[in-house]
């Protein structure tokens, strides 16, 4: 357990459990900042939702009053 993984340089897709992990706020409330448009809708592969690491990391690293305007 001694390393660490960069994940802002690889282009991947996330799921929607780590997309909340990494805000830091529930599933419930991802959705919810989707059907708000402060989040945009997850992409589809078949069943599953996912957002590209890129994006994710646009989302945590803006603020509010960024995302607003």
Request: proline content about 1%.
């Given at each position: 357990?001694g390393f ?63 995302i607003a305007?």
């Amino acid at each position: 357990m001694g390393f660490m993984i960069d994940l802002s340089n690889t282009e991947r897709r996330v799921s929607t459990a780590e997309f909340a992990m990494r805000m830091n706020i529930s599933e419930n409330e991802l959705y919810t900042r989707v059907r708000d448009k402060r989040i945009a809708q997850p992409l589809k592969d078949g069943r599953k939702n996912y957002w590209l690491n890129s994006y994710v990391l646009t989302c945590i690293t803006l603020t509010e009053v960024e995302i607003a305007s």
